[in-house]
């Protein structure tokens, strides 16, 4: 599966990510958190757009991720922040399987309007819906770590490498998955999508298989995204959080898959910061920042670093 | 994978580098103040609470400038700070941005929420950072009704009193009401305040009938359909907690079309709406504050007198326009801490008060605000009443001013739920233990 | 008046609205490709302009002829689309064209967001008014229900909008060529079509379009921020139900949502959130593309 | 004659009013050489457009080894056995020449491609610079196909086509776009390599010299029909092949 070489990267990311949990201030540690939870659906949509989708409606499952989280967390009293991760994962790849190929089929401007229009129902539904708290949405209590139960920074920490350990784990597979046969064909799809079926492959599958990844990937997102905050509201599901979503996506680019968790630590900062300083037009630096950035890297971040792999390969 | 690790380096020293924190100071009191500045909710609730809260602290700060107790200086003397957030942007900002101000900036204390969402996420974040908090607008009685937290209070009624006010309104001024309807927000401040009223109504007028419920999208500005079919049902009367703006676009389309002449109109929120509408309003809706502010407030006269109009004058020169509902309640979230600081100062000897005193200092504190007697008599302490009044509207044509008139005001313990008792419950089995005049 | 004739005029009412509000969105995604979010900033900008201008209107004196109110609104409309449409297609937009348009939608979000602190900069966040052209053309009364003339006329401005820029495009030299251009833009610049020009055009109209929407809209609300953002959604799903760049099509998906509408709100209140999600769902399901999206075979 | 690999029966294909293709009838033997000729929009393209699955007759029967493959989905046909090269190459402009090739290689190379495997194994990149060299392409290999030239294109289509196990190829204008002198080149290749393998060739041709040197026989088309079917000399002399395809006048 991975070579040495990745084998280590990967520990040595995740050991770099983890002396985070000693060095960072509290509210960076949790920053960092919401940006790599974020990241996590975001990385779906970069799955997705490896295949020429991008779907403005991960909110959906960033959404049924958290209330799935919520919900049993609720109902059962299980804390257990691996417990729960598994439970939204399989729920959200249940709804990613049932939608994914019927979305397969769609193109473009269309896909991505469709899924948006998903999740908007979802978050119509759940605004409706009274008994789970409607608009206000639901509290779900601290996650709890195999029987571990840590209060204060001690959460914060745990909760910090447990991400920290998720992303790179989600990472390297996805990075296996967007390099193995299934992902190249994505990528060919992209391009050209009559050539690959007449080569014989399926696109829908292709399609198919990058929605349902993204999927879950939202869920897992969304689960992390409510314990950490402690919170889970329809808002999860909104047009603007997919949007979110989507930007930090293309500001990453498709071709790198760090690239994606670092846009989205860039993007949380500079929210938080230009909300701080700028209360008044944090919406107007927010915009100038996004412009800035499709223009200045049209590729995404991504590109930086793919522009040097060419060059190096060609020396 | 090996830039993998150096972007990540290169991230958590740029993260470590803004991390250097505000340092504490003992002779100001710093405050971070999070209301709406963007978005629908600026206009009625946020800017005007925050102008009333800009212009309270520095009232405060140049001391002597209010009656007694609030003629001292500043919070016990420290020069009050305030550091001000957006609120728009969803719970999950919200939850973020107050880490922010407790962990990067500091502050002494949090004043802010105006939307329910909010209000019921930053509560645990609150008592896990054990950082004393005030919530001093939103609606919803889930707070402390579900949940208890140690290190937040709520120093305004839930909105279960507005639409109880409102239905004992009726009642005692002699309406009658056969049949009604509702139009309100399609979100949890829509929906409860009807669970509410129809709640309220089940009690009081029992055999009137619901000819329709109707819950147009937030913000959505058009309301000819739902006009048309209100016209139709031709319910005795319309129930709406509408607020800002969708409330100000359903009046000038429902009073062009004649709505408030066949059917008695009933607003729960309504008051904040009145500068701006002025005449457009018509004469004879029957319109709440969410507590004896603004208006209400103005035409109570009392002890509280000198108090309100102090304030009144000063927003009136300061902004040009009377203060509604989020001033007022803005206004006795501010003189709740005020006092709640003093108390803990006197209780410690002088000294800047941690949040676990202020805490204690705030739990059950009662205080005279413009708004009435505030009392956190409810969630342990934690939550608090206030009298409310409903009134009616009557353009001035000589003064060129909407005024309300037939007031009646309800004392704090005949709208709201004795304490241990959920609203709803208190609803459902017809206000056990209410205390009415 | 019964039930059904109430739903017709209540859908129809608020059909027109949502046709004046999304054609010009489906006009620049024809000609320009790209999904332009701040289509809503355009529409909340021509609220306000025309507020600002009827009130300045009745200001000076205005009263002695309150219909002059009507052409300050169209006035505003146009000082929007002359001054918002080159600024936003010469100054940025035109740097994107041929990307890809996920990407441009992006971009138009950017927009959107930058222009929604814009307009609290210039216009403060207190609401304006100006109910005068809305009261000015009294009551009708259908049935047993009043309605506002005012309603009334905005369906007449929707057809007149509608048959507007059918003609124009169908009728007239420069229409043909942006219907060409909206065909295919890489054949017109061979033919020697000035594309930059089409598109500007294209963009001033649909700005036009949207501002004048915003500035109709006006005088039956409270105009705030946050105007902007709910329009966008509602005509985005008018839009991709009638077929992206279809003039009929918008027509007939506003008609569709607007009809859809009105019969949950009388019928089924509870369902009224889900409708144009429920309508949209529906159509795409059958036609992938949109009711009268041109789907055409690759030439291999 | 050997049994028909290729069965096509009465076929008929309308776009609105134009009718693309009519009364289509012919049974191509396994391992002959066919070539298409005829005018623009005579209907070549059409006939492979329906073989392969991207066109669906209005009417008539597409058989192949006596299995009905009509209507069936390119991808489909494309997996019994029957390739195609295209008149304008189809590939991945965003890829590189190699990794074109590389995904023409990974998706013949398994029915089910793994969601593990690298693609880019020294193995599978060592199979597709070896296909590089066969057709004289490889030292194109880390260019981006809009950098390429139209020969180079057209080769690396064909050759991408070239990849799987094939039963049946039909190439669509092989040598248009190619520089003249590389054409018979190009052709001795293709042609020769699918011959060894005993895949049955059809091939669209605008040039009357390849048609005569490469294929056993012709088919001539005209206005959606087969006007004439027959071996090259034969077709190339009759009277109305030069009156309505060739433009030769006796």
């Known amino acids: 599966m991975l070579g040495m070489n990745h084998l280590l990267a990967v520990a040595g990311t995740f050991a770099v990510m983890a002396a985070g949990a000693v060095i960072l201030p509290d509210w960076a540690m949790f920053l960092i958190v919401m940006a790599l939870a974020k990241g996590l659906v975001c990385l779906g949509i970069v799955g997705m757009m490896r295949g020429g989708l991008v779907s403005f409606g991960q909110g959906l499952y960033y959404c049924a991720g958290a209330y799935t989280a919520t919900l049993f967390a609720n109902s059962f009293g299980i804390t257990d922040i691996f417990l729960l991760c598994i439970v939204s994962a399989v729920v959200c790849l249940a709804i990613g399987g049932l939608f994914g190929p019927l979305l397969a089929g769609y193109r473009g401007i269309f896909f991505a309007m469709l899924s948006l229009a998903l999740s908007m129902v979802l978050y119509g539904s759940l605004s409706k819906l009274s008994v789970i708290g409607g608009t206000d949405g639901l509290n779900i209590a601290a996650p709890t770590f195999l029987g571990w139960e840590p209060e204060g920074r001690a959460l914060q920490s745990g909760l910090y490498l447990f991400v920290s350990a998720l992303v790179v784990a989600a990472g390297a597979v996805m990075w296996r998955y967007f390099h193995s046969e299934q992902g190249l064909i994505a990528l060919a799809a992209r391009d050209n999508e009559l050539r690959v079926e007449y080569l014989g492959a399926s696109v829908r599958k292709a399609m198919t298989l990058n929605y349902v990844f993204g999927a879950v990937l939202g869920g897992l997102g969304g689960t992390i995204a409510a314990l950490a905050l402690g919170h889970v509201d329809p808002e999860f599901a909104f047009w603007t959080t997919s949007g979110e979503f989507v930007f930090v996506a293309i500001l990453a680019g498709y071709l790198s898959v760090p690239a994606v968790f670092v846009a989205a630590i860039i993007l949380e900062l500079v929210r938080s910061f230009s909300n701080l300083y700028f209360p008044n037009t944090w919406q107007l630096a927010l915009g100038v920042f996004l412009l800035a950035v499709i223009v200045a890297l049209p590729g995404g971040l991504g590109s930086l670093v793919d522009r040097r792999r060419k060059r190096e390969g060609a020396q | 994978m090996k830039q993998t690790i150096r972007t990540i380096c290169a991230t958590l020293a740029l993260a470590t580098g803004l991390s250097a924190p505000a340092m504490a100071q003992d002779d100001t009191f710093k405050i971070g103040v999070i209301t709406f500045l963007s978005g629908q909710a600026a206009e009625s609730f946020g800017v005007p609470a925050w102008n009333g809260g800009q212009l309270l602290i520095d009232m405060l700060n140049e001391g002597g400038k209010l009656p007694a107790p609030y003629d001292k200086p500043g919070f016990g003397g420290m020069k009050i700070e305030a550091i001000v957030v957006d609120e728009a942007g969803g719970a999950t900002k919200q939850v973020q941005e107050f880490r922010n101000l407790v962990q990067r900036e500091q502050v002494d204390a949090v004043v802010g929420y105006v939307s329910s969402s909010d209000c019921l996420a930053v509560p645990p974040v609150a008592d896990e950072l054990k950082a004393f908090t005030i919530l001093y607008d939103c609606g919803t009685p889930r707070v402390f009704e579900d949940n208890s937290f140690e290190y937040v209070f709520r120093t305004a009624a839930h909105a279960t009193m507005d639409n109880v006010g409102l239905a004992r309104y009726l009642k005692s001024r002699g309406f009658e009401v056969d049949s009604f309807a509702g139009l309100n927000q399609d979100y949890a401040w829509g929906q409860d305040s009807w669970a509410d009223f129809t709640g309220a109504m089940a009690q009081l007028y029992s055999d009137a009938t619901v000819k329709t419920a109707l819950f147009p999208k937030f913000g959505a500005g058009q309301y000819g359909t739902e006009i048309s079919a209100l016209l139709r049902e031709k319910p005795a009367l319309i129930h709406s907690s509408n607020w800002g703006g969708d409330l100000q676009s359903f009046l000038l389309q429902a009073t062009a079309r004649g709505l408030h002449k066949r059917t008695q109109l009933a607003l729960s929120a309504g008051d904040h709406v009145i500068p701006q509408l002025q005449d457009k309003m018509p004469d004879g809706i029957v319109l709440g504050a969410r507590g004896v502010n603004g208006l209400l407030a103005k035409a109570r006269g009392g002890d509280l007198q000198p108090l309100t109009d102090t304030l009144w004058d000063s927003y009136m020169e300061r902004y040009g326009v009377i203060p509604v509902q989020a001033p007022f309640r803005m206004w006795q979230g501010l003189l709740g801490l005020k006092m709640a600081v003093e108390k803990a100062m006197d209780d410690n000897g002088g000294k800047k008060p941690t949040d676990e005193e202020l805490a204690a200092a705030m739990k059950g504190l009662s205080w005279d605000a413009p708004s009435g007697r505030i009392e956190m008599a409810l969630g342990g302490g934690h939550q608090a009443i206030q009298p409310t009044a409903i009134g009616v509207t009557k353009w001035n044509n000589e003064t060129k001013m909407m005024e309300l008139v037939d007031i009646e005001y309800f004392d704090a313990r005949c709208v709201n739920p004795p304490e241990g008792m959920k609203s709803q419950d208190w609803l459902a089995q017809g206000f056990p233990g209410a205390q009415c005049d | 008046m019964d039930l059904f004739a109430t739903i017709f005029v209540d859908g129809l009412i608020y059909a027109a609205w949502l046709f004046i509000v999304s054609v010009g969105l489906t006009l620049v995604f024809g000609v320009l490709n790209i999904l332009n979010i701040a289509h809503g900033s355009l529409y909340a900008i021509g609220a306000y302009t025309s507020a600002s201008m009827v009130g300045a209107y009745f200001g000076v004196g205005g009263d002695a002829f309150p219909w002059g109110s009507y052409v300050a609104l169209i006035a505003a409309a146009i000082l929007v689309a002359l001054v918002m449409g080159p600024l936003l297609e010469r100054g940025l937009l035109r740097f994107f064209y041929g990307r890809d348009e996920v990407l441009n939608v992006l971009v138009t979000y950017a927009v959107f967001l930058i222009l929604e602190d814009a307009m609290k900069l210039i216009w403060g966040v207190n609401p304006y008014y100006v109910y005068e052209p809305y009261t000015l053309l009294g009551d009708v009364e259908l049935g047993s229900l009043f309605y506002v003339g005012y309603d009334f006329a905005v369906i007449a401005i929707a057809i007149v909008v509608g048959l507007a820029v059918w003609m124009s495009l169908n009728r007239t030299r420069t229409g043909k060529v942006v219907l060409a251009v909206i065909h295919d833009p890489e054949m017109s610049r061979t033919m020697g079509v000035n594309v930059p020009r089409i598109y500007l055009g294209a963009f001033v109209a649909g700005a036009f379009l949207a501002a004048l929407g915003g500035a109709v809209t006006a005088p039956m609300i409270s105009v705030q921020p946050g105007l902007g953002v709910n329009v966008i959604i509602v005509a985005f799903a008018v839009v991709i139900i009638g077929g992206l760049g279809s003039i009929p099509g918008a027509a007939i998906g506003a008609l569709m949502v607007g009809i859809s509408r009105a019969a949950s709100v009388h019928l089924l209140p509870e369902a009224e959130l889900f409708i144009i999600y429920f309508v949209m769902a529906i159509v795409l399901m059958f036609r992938p593309e949109g009711l009268f999206a041109k789907t055409q075979a690759r030439k291999i | ?250």
């Open chain 4, 1 to 250: 004659m050997s049994q028909a690999i290729l069965d096509v029966r009465d076929v008929q294909k309308r776009f609105g009013a134009v009718t693309a293709a009519q009364d289509i009838t012919v049974q191509v033997p396994a391992g002959a050489v066919y070539s298409l000729i005829g005018t623009n929009g005579a209907g070549k393209t059409t006939f492979v457009n329906m073989v392969t699955g991207y066109l669906k007759p209005n009417s008539g029967s597409i058989s192949f080894l006596g299995r009905d493959i009509t209507g069936l989905s390119p991808r489909k046909i494309t997996q019994l056995g029957i390739h195609r090269s295209f008149q304008i190459a189809q590939l991945c402009n965003d890829l590189t020449v190699e990794e074109n090739m590389l995904v023409a290689t990974t998706i013949h190379g398994s029915r089910s491609p793994s969601l593990l495997r690298p693609a880019h194994s020294a193995e599978a990149r060592d199979k597709v610079l070896e296909t590089l060299e066969r057709f004289g392409i490889a030292d194109h290999r880390n260019r981006l196909i809009p950098e390429l030239s139209g020969g180079v294109k057209k080769l690396l289509d064909i050759a991408m086509a070239m990849a799987g196990d094939t039963r049946i190829m039909l190439l669509d204008e092989p040598t248009s776009g190619v520089a003249a002198d590389e054409k018979f080149p190009i052709m001795d290749l293709v042609i020769d390599a699918l011959k060894a393998e005993g895949v049955t060739i059809i091939f669209v041709e605008h040039d009357m010299d390849i048609v005569t040197r490469y294929s056993e026989r012709v088919l001539a088309f005209y206005d959606g029909r087969i006007i004439a079917n027959d071996a090259p000399d034969e077709v190339l002399t009759d009277p109305d092949v030069q009156k309505y395809v060739t433009g030769v006048t006796a």
